[in-house]
T-cell receptor, first 110, second 116 residues
Framework: GQNIDQPTEMTATEGAIVQINCTYQTSGFNGLFWYQQHAGEAPTFLSYNVLDGLEEKGRFSSFLSRSKGYSYLLLKELQMKDSASYLCAGSSRGTDKLIFGTGTRLQVFP | DTAVSQTPKYLVTQMGNDKSIKCEQNLGHDTMYWYKQDSKKFLKIMFSYNNKELIINETVPNRFSPKSPDKAHLNLHINSLELGDSAVYFC???????????????FGPGTRLTVL
């Protein structure tokens, strides 16, 4: 089966740090993607994890634990423009299919 | 120099009509996709094509028919539109889908379809 779970909504304050969690159950799991989607816009790629551990990219980092079926996206030094939905997606071996979670809507307040 | 483009951006139509959405990518990618994003923002794969060949066909009604005239284009035709078809439809593309190879998907701007 294929299942991706993440919180529906989160709020945070400008300048703070926020962690968005994602748990997955994906047949033949290959890797885990994070996408950002601003309201009314297309999803844009943030990160990809295939090995366990933390991948850092500027203010954004993503972590994967394959044994626990768990990932998180860490956003540091939050800015107002980070208010968006963050989509967790698992990919399976042998296919390009991405299974998306429902997305976590993050609101950053001043 | 848009990477993945879709037309139209907005589509409002009556139930029962037939409509098409066009998608083009200039990234030289081999694989293209159609996704549906419903009112709850859930993004779900519908189809994928690799070099004009259908690879993924999720449980989508037969009223939806993708067509890929060449690897840079993937169009979506919808017959007998229903109210439940109202959603945002995203086209995407990625490099050749080889198992285990990192293949970031690039999304088009989306087509908001409203069926009245």
């Amino acid at each position: 089966g294929q299942n991706i779970d993440q919180p529906t909504e989160m709020t945070a304050t400008e300048g703070a740090i926020v962690q968005i969690n994602c748990t997955y159950q994906t047949s033949g799991f290959n890797g885990l993607f994070w996408y950002q989607q601003h309201a009314g816009e297309a999803p844009t790629f943030l990160s990809y994890n295939v090995l366990d551990g933390l991948e850092e990219k500027g203010r954004f980092s993503s972590f994967l634990s394959r044994s626990k079926g768990y990932s998180y996206l860490l956003l540091k030094e939050l800015q107002m423009k980070d208010s968006a939905s963050y989509l967790c997606a698992g990919s399976s071996r042998g296919t390009d299919k991405l299974i998306f979670g429902t997305g976590t809507r993050l609101q950053v307040f001043p | 120099d848009t990477a993945v483009s879709q037309t139209p951006k907005y589509l409002v139509t009556q139930m029962g009509n037939d409509k098409s959405i066009k998608c083009e990518q200039n990234l030289g990618h081999d694989t293209m996709y159609w996704y549906k994003q419903d009112s709850k923002k859930f993004l779900k794969i519908m189809f994928s094509y690799n070099n004009k060949e259908l690879i993924i066909n999720e449980t989508v009604p037969n009223r939806f028919s993708p067509k890929s005239p060449d690897k840079a284009h993937l169009n979506l035709h919808i017959n007998s539109l229903e109210l439940g078809d109202s959603a945002v439809y995203f086209c995407a593309s990625s490099q050749a889908g080889t198992s285990g190879v990192y293949n970031e998907q690039f999304f088009g701007p989306g087509t908001r379809l409203t069926v009245l």
